[in-house]
């Protein structure tokens, strides 16, 4: 089945740094999204990005669809962007399953 | 604003027993999930559908089995349920033109004793 591949796996950043998340998955994605869970929340939707580079607030996200990876990048972290970060995909094989990554743990510190 | 109802949110349940958990979606979207997400396992997918009267199994399927008998609902069914089912579930919809995002609802945290 599809592979989804975060990294690292946790983070920790004082607050005002930039941190770097990376997604890779072993077939082509027709969807890709980035979540966001507070532990103990559910899952909020960061960015919804198949292709290219999107913006949003802090938040950065760049997928290059044919080299099967996508970043995240958030951009003057605060403590309240703790928690964890997912990416989750759709592959391209005409079966409509949306897979994710285990997630990367990011804690900033003051 | 996408809505994604679930309910219970919370569920105590002794093995052997029938639970079923169930998702309402607002946002008129074909595609229907449920996962599953533990520790260490982050979230796998126990069945999907891709609109009213289907179900599809997903990565984790066996111990489980869903309904979908309308575009607005989708159960997730423990016929018997085991301590290793002990998990938060979460249930999720999305469109099926391939341009659409997935909404979350807000889980339901299931212990069975």
């Known amino acids: 089945g599809q592979q989804v591949q975060q990294s690292p796996a946790s983070l920790v950043l004082q607050e005002g740094e930039n941190a770097e998340l990376q997604c890779n998955f072993s077939?082509?994605?027709?969807?890709l999204q980035w979540f966001y869970q507070r532990p103990g929340g559910s899952l909020v939707s960061l960015l919804y990005n198949p292709s290219g580079t999107k913006h949003t607030g802090r938040l950065t996200s760049t997928t290059v669809t044919k080299e099967r990876r996508s970043s995240l990048h958030i951009s003057s972290s605060q403590i309240t962007d703790s928690g964890t970060y997912f990416c989750a995909m759709e592959e391209d094989t005409g079966y409509q399953n949306f897979y994710f990554g285990k997630g990367t743990s990011l804690t900033v510190i003051p | 604003e996408a809505a994604v109802t679930q309910s219970p949110r919370n569920k105590v349940a002794v093995t052997g027993g029938k639970v079923t958990l169930s998702c309402n979606q607002t946002?008129?979207?074909?595609?229907m999930y449920w996962y599953r997400q533990d520790t260490g396992h982050g979230l796998r997918l126990i069945h999907y559908?891709?609109?009213?009267?289907?179900?599809e199994k997903g990565d984790i399927p066996d111990g489980y089995k869903a309904s979908r008998p309308s575009q607005e609902n989708f159960s997730l069914i423990l016929e018997l349920a085991t301590p290793s089912q002990t998990s938060v579930y979460f249930c999720?919809?999305?469109?099926?033109?391939?341009?659409?995002?997935?909404?979350f609802g807000k889980g339901t945290r299931l212990t069975v004793v």
């Open positions: 946002n008129n979207h074909n595609n």
């Open positions: 559908s891709y609109g009213a009267g289907s179900t």
């Open positions: 077939s082509t994605a027709t969807q």
């Open positions: 999720a919809s999305g469109g099926r033109e391939r341009d659409t995002e997935v909404f």
